[in-house]
C-alpha cells in the first residue's frame, strides 16, 4: 500500500508542477542532479556487481540461458534481430572457422563457342561455426515454440516453484520456531534500542536497503519476511520499515545498470527518478506516527479481508497491477485534464469515505444519525458478502465452495428478512406468522437471528 500511497500523493503534484511549470517536481529534481554530466562516455562493464548472481547462475544455466547480444540489437532498432531467437545456441566466446568444400558452378570464358558448357568446380570456402553449443533444458524447444510460447511456460513455472518454495518455507519455519526459541527470536527482531526507540525504525529502513543491494532484488527480500511474518516471528511494524529500505535499496541496483552503460545518463536519469519517488514517499509516510500508522492499517485490513475470502487476493493482484496502472496510463495518454477530471473525484471520495469511517468510531455524535452507521446502504456497497456469495455459487461443484455458497445464500435471505420487519415496523404494521410461514417462535428466533447477521456485516464493511 505504501507504493500506492506514495502515487496518490506525488502523483498530482508532478501533473500540477508540469503544467504550471512545464516540468514535473520529480523530473526538475533529477535534471538538476544529471546536468553536468557528458551525454556520451563509456561506461565501467565491472559497475554492476554480480553478488546474486554468482551463486544462481550455475542453476540457471541449466534450465535456460539467453543470447544479450540479440536483445541488445533489438534495443538499438536492428530489424534483422527482431527475426532471431533469444535462446542462446552457441557457448563459445571466441568465434572459429574452417574451410569447407563447396561445389562451384562457373561459367566458360569464351561465350562464342557453340560447345560451351558450363563447369562444375570443387572449393574451400572459409565458413564460421560454433565450436561448442549451449546445453540446458528448454534448447530442445528452439524453433518448435516461439520465444513468447517460451517464456510464458518459463513465468509459469517460476510461479509454481516460487509458490511451492513459500509453502516449504512457512511449513519449516512453523515446525522450527517453537516455544523459547520463537519468544528469543520475536524479542530480538522485534525489539527496539534501549533509549532510542525511535531511531529503531530508520536503522531497519538501512537494513532493508542494506539486504536488498545485497540479493540485488526487493522480491527476493520481501517474499523471505513475509513468511515470517505469517509465522509471528517478525511484526508488520518492524516488516514495514523494512519493506522501505527495500525499496532504496532495489534503486540502487538501476543506478549499478545504469552507469554500466555506454549512454549512462539517460539511464541515470531514470534511476535517480526511481530513487527520488522512494525517498520522498518515505519522508511523508513514516516519520510521522499518524501517517506510519496509514499503511499499516491498510495492509491490516486487506490481509483480513484475504483471511475471509481468499479469492480477493487474487482480485487484489489484479486490480492493483493491471486494472488501476492500465487505467491511469490509458488517461495519461489522453491529456493531464482527463487524468485529473478522472481520479480527482475518485479520490477525493475515498478522502471523504476514511473521514466518516474515523468519525464513526471515535465521534459518531458529530453525524447526523443516518451516518452514524452504513445500513442504510445496500449489502453489495458495505460488505463483500454478496460478491462471495456469486462466487462460491459459481464454484458449487467444490464441496467447501458449496458449503460457503449456502452459508451466503442463507446470509443473504436473512437480510432481506430483516429489511422487510424494519420496513413494517417503520409503517406501523405488524407481520403475520402465517404470512411468512412458520410460528411467532420461529419469527422471534430468525428476528435475533437476523439483527446478529446485520451486525456482523456492519463488523465487515468495506466502506
Not at 510460447?149 to 512457512?170: F, N, P, R, T
Not at 539517460?266 to 499503511?295: C, D, E, K, Q, S
Request: charged share 15%; glycine share 6%; aromatic share 8%.
Amino acid at each position: 500500500m505504501f507504493n500506492w500511497l506514495a502515487v496518490i500523493t506525488l502523483l498530482p503534484v508532478e501533473v500540477i508542477t508540469k503544467a504550471i511549470a512545464g516540468k514535473g517536481f520529480l523530473y526538475w529534481i533529477t535534471s538538476f542532479m544529471v546536468q553536468d554530466l557528458p551525454d556520451v562516455t563509456k561506461g565501467n562493464k565491472g559497475a554492476s556487481p554480480k553478488l546474486l548472481k554468482a551463486v544462481t547462475s550455475p542453476f540457471t544455466k541449466l534450465i535456460v540461458q539467453v543470447n544479450s547480444g540479440v536483445i541488445r540489437a533489438i534495443a538499438r532498432g536492428d530489424k534483422d534481430a527482431e527475426s532471431k531467437t533469444l535462446l542462446k545456441m552457441c557457448c563459445s566466446k571466441k568465434s572459429a572457422f574452417k574451410n569447407v568444400l563447396v561445389n562451384v558452378t562457373v561459367e566458360p570464358a569464351n561465350t562464342s563457342l557453340l560447345d560451351s558448357t558450363t563447369a562444375i568446380m570443387t572449393t574451400n570456402v572459409t565458413t564460421k561455426y560454433c565450436p561448442q553449443e549451449c546445453s540446458y533444458l528448454f534448447k530442445g524447444l528452439a524453433g518448435v515454440w516461439s520465444d513468447t510460447g517460451i517464456g510464458i511456460l518459463l513465468l509459469i513455472v517460476s510461479l509454481v516453484i516460487l509458490c511451492l518454495c513459500l509453502v516449504v518455507v512457512v511449513k519449516l519455519l512453523q515446525s522450527m520456531l517453537k516455544g523459547q526459541i520463537a519468544k528469543v527470536t520475536k524479542n530480538i527482531v522485534n525489539g527496539d534500542i534501549c533509549g532510542l526507540s525511535w531511531l529503531t525504525g530508520y536503522i531497519a529502513i538501512l537494513a532493508g536497503a542494506g539486504m536488498t543491494i545485497l540479493v540485488q532484488s526487493s522480491s527476493i527480500f520481501t517474499s523471505t519476511l513475509t513468511p515470517l511474518v505469517g509465522v509471528g516471528v517478525v511484526s508488520i511494524y518492524r516488516m514495514y520499515p523494512l519493506t522501505l529500505g527495500s525499496n532504496i535499496g532495489t534503486t540502487v541496483t538501476s543506478i549499478l545498470a545504469a552507469l554500466a552503460q555506454d549512454n549512462f545518463k539517460i539511464g541515470l536519469h531514470i534511476a535517480l527518478v526511481h530513487l527520488t519517488f522512494n525517498i520522498i514517499g518515505i519522508l511523508i509516510w513514516y516519520p510521522i506516527p499518524f501517517m506510519r500508522n496509514i499503511p499499516i492499517k491498510f495492509a491490516k485490513f486487506l490481509g483480513n479481508k484475504t483471511a475471509k475470502y481468499r479469492w480477493f487476493a487474487i482480485v487484489y493482484l489484479l486490480l492493483m497491477f493491471f486494472v488501476m496502472p492500465g487505467l491511469c496510463f490509458a488517461l495519461s495518454l489522453a491529456g493531464w485534464y482527463v487524468l485529473v477530471i478522472v481520479l480527482v473525484p475518485i479520490i477525493l471520495l475515498c478522502i471523504v469515505i476514511c473521514i466518516i469511517k474515523t468519525l464513526q468510531k471515535k465521534k459518531p455524535h458529530v453525524l447526523p444519525e443516518k451516518f452514524r452507521d452504513w445500513k442504510w446502504l445496500p449489502l453489495c456497497f458495505r460488505s463483500l458478502a454478496p460478491i462471495d456469495w456469486l462466487i462460491s455459487t459459481s464454484f458449487g461443484f467444490c464441496c467447501r465452495c458449496g458449503k460457503r455458497a449456502k452459508l451466503s445464500i442463507e446470509k443473504d435471505q436473512s437480510a432481506r428478512n430483516l429489511n422487510m420487519i424494519d420496513k413494517t415496523k417503520a409503517n406501523g404494521t405488524s407481520v403475520s406468522p402465517v404470512e411468512n410461514g412458520g410460528t411467532i417462535h420461529d419469527k422471534n428466533e430468525n428476528e435475533n437471528e437476523n439483527k446478529g447477521i446485520d451486525n456482523r456485516a456492519m463488523q465487515e464493511d468495506i466502506v
